[in-house]
């Protein structure tokens, strides 16, 4: 399969909830998160979400800050009752894709010396 994303993808000890922006209804769908870039997250859950539905998002990071976000669904996966969703993030300020960054940075550091 060939490699599409722009940025490394990496595990990060997190959780999000999203929440569709065009809903008059407010629910939140609690996910788990398989990876995250600087550009996007990588996540399952249970619930069926729409390609190029735009939703708000809460991720926790890994100092448990919480970065809000605005993520776009661009790949849907379905593995027995889970769906594998790839998503974007739509107008994350630089500061907060800089977190993701640096977290990345100072693990793979770590990688290299252990």
Known sequence: ??????????????????KRLDSKT??????????????????????ALEIGAVYEADLRIWTQ??????????????KADTFIYG???????EMESSRIETYQTVTEELKKNS
């Not at 399969?1 to 999203?18: A, D, F, W």
């Not at 800050?65 to 379905?78: G, Q, S």
């Not at 998503?87 to 300020?93: D, L, R, T, V, W």
């Open 1 to 18: 399969m060939e490699e599409r994303r722009k940025n490394l993808r990496m595990e990060m000890p997190s959780t999000l909830q999203v």
């Open 26 to 47: 407010i629910e939140k769908v609690d996910i788990e998160v398989v990876d995250v870039s600087k550009t996007g997250v990588g996540f399952s859950c249970n619930t």
């Open 65 to 78: 800050e919480v970065l809000h976000a605005f993520i776009e669904i661009v790949r849907i996966e379905k």
């Open 87 to 93: 998503a974007i993030f739509i107008g994350m300020p």
